[in-house]
Structure formats: C-alpha cells, structure tokens
C-alpha cells in the first residue's frame, strides 16, 4: 500500500488529506496530521472521495441524449466536435450572447475552471458568465464596491476579542467570510477562541451549534436581520461607542447615516425582530468595546429579504468601529497564490461593479456584476426573446434545476434550450435535461491549487496537489473542455498571464501558471516545495503599509440609496405581533434555509455514508408548531406560497424559534410524490417569486425567511 499526499476538493475547506492507494486504487482518505494550517482535520464528506471516484452511477464517458430520452455513449473528441458545430450555428444566427455558461458552487473546488470559463466567454465576446456566486450571497461580494474598501484588509479571527456571526453556522457549512471562523476544523478553533477569552454574539433564528456556544444568542425573527443591525449601529453611534478617531479619518457621511437610523429604535427594532431589547443593548455594547473582530453574514442573511442593505449594515458597523488592520500590523489572507495587491493603511474609493459602464441584463433593469450576470436573471434571460437571447447553456459543477430560484421556470427554461451541455459526474437532476454531458475528470484524478479557499487563509498558506490516479475511460478536466471548444471555434481564451495556446494544448500546470500570474510566490516553486504537503510560506507575509502621501479617500458609509431603502424598510406595515403584514397572504409560518453536514449543497446525495445520515430535507418546526398542526415526526407537510406547493417530511426542531421552518436549499429533483420526497427530498426553490420581490442591485430574490402556509397531508407516517 502506498500513501500520497493531497487535498480535498469537496467542498470549501479544501482541506489537507492523506490518501492510501493500493493498486492503483484509493481505498481510504484522512486529514493530513502534519499539514501544518489542517492539522489532521478533514470533514466528513472529503472522506468519501473514493466512493466519489468509483461510484458505479459515475460517467466514465461523455453521453449524448437520443430523441426518445435516452443517453448512449459518445467519445468526448466526437462529443466536443459535435457541440462546437451547434455552438457555431447559433453564434452565427444569434450573436455570440446567444451563448451563455454557469458555474455552480462545485466548480469552483477545481481552480482552472471558472477563469478558463471566463476567459472563454472573453474570447468569444458573450458576458452572459453565470455563477453560483450570484444566487445565495452576492451582496457579500459587491456592495462593499460602493463603500470602498479598507485596503490594510479586517482583523483576523486568531486575533479577535469579538465576533459576531449573522445566519451563519461555519460548524455545519464549512463556509464563514473573512474574519469569521475559518473553514477548516471551525469547530475546535472556535472553542480555542472561546477558551482564550474571545466572546461570541450570534444572530440567528435556530439555537444553532453557534449559537449555544454564543455569550449573547438573538434568536431573530427570520428576514429582520438589517432592522436588528440597524438598531445597534444606532446604540453605538447614540452612546459613542465607535471609533471617533478612524471615523474622523477615514469615513465620510457618518452624520448622514446616524441621521437615516434615527427611526430605528431599540425599542421598534426588538418588537419587529422579537428580541429582548435588553440583549440587543447589550450585543450592540459587546461588540462595539471589542475592541478587535468582525461582524459577518451567511446565506441566511442574505438570502432573506433586504439581503444588501444587511451587509451593507454589517460593513458599516465593523467601519464605525475601526475593525481593521492598521499600519505596521501583519495583513491577514495573503493570498499566495493570487495576484499580490497592495496593502496599505488607506481607502480604496468607491466604485460600483455594476450599472453604468457595464453590459445591461434584457430583464429587470440589472446589468453585469463586476464580470459576471446575475444568475436570478439566467431562466428569464433564455425565455425573454429578441436580440440576446440565451440559447445554449454549458453547465459546470453546477445543477441548475435544484439551485436556480423558481424551479418550475428554471425547468420551462431548460427544456427551451437549443443546446444544454452538462460537465458532470452523473446524471443528476440537471444532466438528464442535457442534449450532452461531459464526463469530467474528478479530484483525485487532476492537478490543482487551492485558490477559491485563499479567501480564508489567515497565513500565507499553499500547496499544489498532483493527481494521485490514472483517470477513468474517457474523461476530461472542465478547463480542457472550454478550450477544446475554443479551439474548435477559433477564439481566444485570454488569462491573467495573457492568452492560452491555441496551436498545442497546455498542460494544466502551464494553464495554472497562467492564471496565477502575479502571485506572491511563482507557481513553479509552490508546486516544488509542496511535494510533501502544504506549508506556509513565511517570506509571503504582508504588513500593512504606511498610506501614500496624497491618500484622501473616505469610506462610504451612506451613499446614494441607502437611505431611501432604510426609510422604506421601517414604512413597511407591521401587524401588532411585529411582523410584516401581507393582508393578500396571511402566511402561517416563514420558512428558512439550512446546510446539511453531510453534503455539499446537492453534491453527495449519492454516496451511500453520507446518505445514511439521512437523504431528505426534512421540514424541521418547533415542536409546538407541529403539535398545532396535528402533526409528528415524518409525517407529510405541505408548504405553500402564493407560487406554488412542495411536500417536506415533517422533524421535530427545539432549537428553531415558533413560527418558522426551517428547509435545506438546493435538493429535490423530479417528482413530488412520498416515496420521491422521503427518498430525495423537496426542491425549495419552486416556492421562490423570483419577479415580484428581488434586489434592484444583484438581482437576488427572497429565497430565505419565504411566508408560507403549512398544513399536514393524509398520507400516514412510517
């Protein structure tokens, strides 16, 4: 038996992992005890990589669909040749925007494909660049552009005194921003941060396994997060908590922002969120008094209603305290295998990625965000028709019917599709809409860099993993199957260490190299010096520099907007219990999105250890709640928006508030009878109104804290 050194790649840890090989097989995979970031941590489900890679459901060729619904065989040079001809056809009917690609949350564990994807979209001249980025969090990652950004980077988690996590459960998704707790072994590092002294204030409407190790616990009515935060940014500003010397520096239209909070009183904000008034006090004082740490969001947040006003909220609460690096401090998340930015104790200006000077969506007035369209306007974009229109869809690690809101139009908009191609592993829910999926190299079997987890990395931390088996049948990597057609098409895939080659193929490496040009350290000597595991590479440390001598941008803290969407949110109307009140829809109860450990958003259904935890998503409600519903463990629920109906299997939850259930996201296929329910759960997103009520920003529709109907079905518990 051999034993080789890697890293998991299923989910967004990537943590360090040791795998045993024994003729030429792997049989078993462990974290790597002497990485030193890992430790010898790996979840749960980067243990399964071997089921993963010998599932007998796993496509060892590229398929095609026949007119009847079937799929045979197909070499991946025919397959590609084939698909280049269609891509060809409507390029030359339609246009180049004609043709679109999405890169789910999956794609994003294999480090070429999402930039070779884009820069394929580049060559082709087609900005309809979809990911999964855009659907649960993009305001994380756009609303600060019309902020600015503090460039000596927030303050560490290993070095915080305070945090505070809003609808996130790092412990359960392995997913936390930074300053938050990182997502490798996040629950031992938040016991050590609690150990030595840290305080924890968590806001969320489930007892979570955050939440109970919290100082202070919100259990916030669901969607009601930014009226919370808008109250405690008024206590600090009120009793002047914040940091009056970095606000007189660095931050502009403080007034004006203490101004817009003035409605939002302790007291209106403790009714509406039903929170005790004197622990939204005494958050708002914890956390203010640091006087290091952050405030950070989840899905939950932002999934919920006013999802970008809510971070914009947590951004100016961590600005008015000053949570952030200074001159001479050590700049956390290096980056090493990322272009090197500078660090320095300054402002970079605001300037929004989206709008004017950005190509403009055929739907809802949203345009381009930053180099990418909102996947919430992709279904409209393929039904909308007229010039633009999106005819073909190259899917990537992503699983379109069971992540894009509104499944019954996301369905009607691929079946439309004049060409669906899926680079996937199985046939999932999407793959089996697909005229033709590409079987795809998995993790093992492939080089790559972890460079999507550089986010996180407090130190700066790299390795290169080298494939560890011989690929099985005919398969390819996802960045090889864009430039396959890119040479077929004859366009040009532009990098950041300029254009692939399109004369000969380049190996992974050389397209890896591409991509990280730039970086901290040269790719080549990463890959050299990691052989043997990850390390850190002490000469990549970053401290923050002094600013330039002529430095005189200001964070924004009130820009154009922002106090026109406060003053609507508090004009919302409220029934007497606080809650908002839709007189055409007196929901029952608001139902809330959740992770599962045990998978990776729809990845991992299919392996047998990870199913033995369970393959629903069970409807999880308080205990009294189901009580009033006459109802018990694993009866039938129906829930219900004025958009459509799902069925979940009813689970008793003593940590979730009253009034809310609480559902995993991005699971369900086809069918919606028992037996399909009990055995692949129900697909939230087909009670998601993705028209009626989105963010004018990012799109983002309300696909978390949904007012729904409950009721129990007849059909018996098992």
């Not at 996590?165 to 998704?173: D, K, R, T, Y």
């Not at 490496?509 to 591409?514: I, K």
Request: glycine share 8%.
């Amino acid at each position: 038996m051999q034993t080789v050194k890697s890293f998991c790649r299923f989910c967004h840890a990537n943590c360090a992992i040791e795998v045993d090989l024994e003729d030429g097989r792997a049989i078993a995979v462990r974290g790597d005890r002497d990485d030193p970031l890992f430790g010898g941590y790996t979840c749960m489900k980067g243990r399964e990589l071997p089921a993963q890679t010998y599932h007998p459901e796993r496509l060892t060729s590229s398929v095609k669909r026949q007119a009847n619904g079937s799929f045979t065989a197909i070499g991946s040079e025919a397959a590609l040749d084939e698909i280049a001809v269609r891509l060809e056809e409507i390029r030359t009917r339609h246009g180049a925007r004609a043709i679109a690609t999405y890169c789910g949350t999956y794609g994003f564990m294999n480090s070429a494909a999402l930039p070779i994807a884009g820069g394929f979209h580049a060559g082709l001249g087609s900005p309809n660049l979809f990911t999964s980025i855009t659907i649960d969090q993009p305001a994380k990652v756009y609303t600060w552009s019309r902020v600015g950004a503090w460039l000596g980077g927030p303050h560490a988690f290993s070095q915080s005194d305070v945090t505070m996590l809003i609808g996130n459960n790092p412990l359960v998704s392995h997913y936390a921003w930074q300053g938050s707790v990182p997502p490798f072994s996040p629950s031992r590092r938040l016991r050590d941060a609690k150990a030595r002294g840290m305080r924890l204030i968590c806001v969320d409407p489930r007892r979570t396994m955050v939440a109970q190790l919290a100082d202070i616990h919100l259990q916030v009515r669901p969607g009601e997060d930014a009226v919370l935060l808008a109250a405690m940014l008024r206590v600090v500003l009120d009793e002047q908590l914040h940091d009056r010397e970095f606000c007189a520096r660095h931050v502009a239209a403080l007034d004006a922002l203490h101004a817009a909070l003035s409605p939002f009183t302790v007291a209106y904000a403790a009714h509406r969120a039903d929170v005790a008034a004197a622990d939204l006090i005494a958050a708002a004082r914890l956390f203010a008094r640091g006087p290091r740490g952050t405030a950070t969001t989840g899905t939950g947040a932002e999934m919920s209603p006013h999802g970008s006003l809510t971070e914009h909220l947590v951004i100016a609460l961590n600005t008015v305290c000053g949570r952030y690096c200074r001159e001479g401090e050590i700049a956390p998340f290096p980056r090493v295998l990322s272009a090197a930015t500078p660090r320095k104790a300054q402002v970079q200006p605001a300037r929004p990625l989206w709008g004017e000077g950005f190509v403009a969506s055929r739907v809802r007035n949203l345009s381009q965000l930053g180099t990418e369209m909102p996947t919430a306007s992709a279904a409209d974009e393929i039904l909308t028709p007229g010039p633009g229109q999106v005819r073909a869809l190259l899917c990537i690690g992503g699983n379109p019917l069971v992540a894009w809101p509104n499944q019954i139009k996301v369905e009607r908009a691929l079946r439309a599709l004049e060409l669906l191609v899926c680079v996937d592993i199985k046939l999932g829910p999407t793959a089996r809409l697909a005229h033709y999926v590409i079987a795809p190299r998995v993790s093992l079997e492939r080089d790559d860099i972890a460079t999507a987890p550089e986010l996180f990395y407090e130190e700066p931390y790299a390795r290169y993993a080298q494939a560890v088996l011989e690929p099985r049948g005919d398969v390819i990597d996802e960045w090889e199957f864009f430039w396959e057609l890119a040479r077929r098409l004859k366009t040009e895939i532009p990098t950041a260490g300029g254009p692939l080659p399109m004369d000969r193929k380049p190996t992974k490496f050389e397209v890896l190299e591409r991509i990280t040009h730039g970086s901290r350290v040269p790719l080549a000597r990463v890959r050299e010096e990691t052989r043997g595991g990850g390390r850190v590479f002490g000469e990549a440390t970053v401290r923050v520099a002094p600013a330039d001598a002529d430095a005189k941008d200001r964070l924004q803290l009130c820009p154009a907007g922002i106090a026109e969407e406060l003053a609507a949110l508090v004009s919302e109307p409220l029934d007497a219990r606080g809650r908002v009140h839709d007189p055409h829809w007196p929901a029952t109860h608001l139902l809330i999105c959740r992770r599962t450990r045990q998978f990776f958003n729809s990845t991992g259904q299919d392996l047998e250890r990870l199913r033995a935890r369970g393959t629903t998503n069970y409807a999880h409600m308080n205990p009294e709640d189901l009580a009033s519903l006459s109802a018990r463990d694993n009866d039938l629920l129906e829930i219900s928006t004025p958009h459509a109906s799902i069925i979940g299997v009813a689970r008793a939850a003593p940590d979730l508030k009253a009034g809310v259930i609480s559902m995993a996201h991005a699971f369900g296929g086809f069918g919606s009878d028992a037996p399909a329910v009990r055995a692949h759960g129900s697909s939230t997103s087909r009670l998601v109104d993705d028209e009626s009520v989105f963010d004018p920003i990012t799109g983002a529709c309300r696909q978390s804290a949904i007012p729904v109907k409950v009721r129990r079905v007849g059909e018996p518990p098992r």
